[in-house]
């Protein structure tokens, strides 16, 4: 499937982050979730690893993105790059990822670049992008529309 995503150059938003808790979550975690997903994930884990790795090391363009909808608020994307940084994609592949391959993908070529007649909202933050994992669970600045709004904090 990656050959052929790679040779059909088809994007791919990977969700990392709706499935690390099942994967690295502790006993506890473990305990509360339904009997079903209890016995699933000895089965399927080595796999889903295994797969993740796979992507990494190919050529495939991937957008970013989430599928929280439940247990997590969309401000709290961040935790998908916190899934990147664990298998070592680069803090910048993940930039590109998350705005100009995002903007691809939607066909809104005006959009995912700070650039002279380019739609652009920006956030900032005070912490180093490339070595901490937590950086987009803190975000200090928003601007939208040139409008500067507070931002909200998961940490």
């Not at 969700?15 to 979730?33: C, P, R, S, V, W």
């Not at 005070?126 to 987009?136: G, I, N, P, S, Y």
């Amino acid at each position: 499937v990656i050959s052929m995503m790679e040779e059909k150059d088809v994007y791919l938003v990977p969700n990392f982050a709706a499935y690390d808790e099942i994967l690295f979550g502790t006993e506890e975690l473990i305990k509360k979730m339904i009997p079903s997903l209890q016995k699933k994930i000895p089965l399927y884990a080595a796999r889903m690893l295994r797969s993740r790795e796979m992507i990494m090391k190919s050529r495939i363009r991937m957008g970013y993105g989430t599928d929280f909808v439940s247990g997590r608020y969309c401000y709290q994307s961040g935790y998908e790059f916190k899934s990147w940084m664990r298998y070592g994609v680069n803090p910048l592949h993940v930039l590109r990822a998350a705005t100009s391959i995002n903007a691809a993908i939607v066909e809104i070529p005006e959009i995912g670049l700070i650039k002279p007649g380019y739609l652009a909202d920006i956030a900032a933050w005070k912490r180093d992008f490339m070595t901490d994992a937590d950086v987009l669970l803190d975000c200090a600045f928003v601007m939208k529309d040139g409008v500067v709004y507070p931002p909200e904090t998961d940490l």
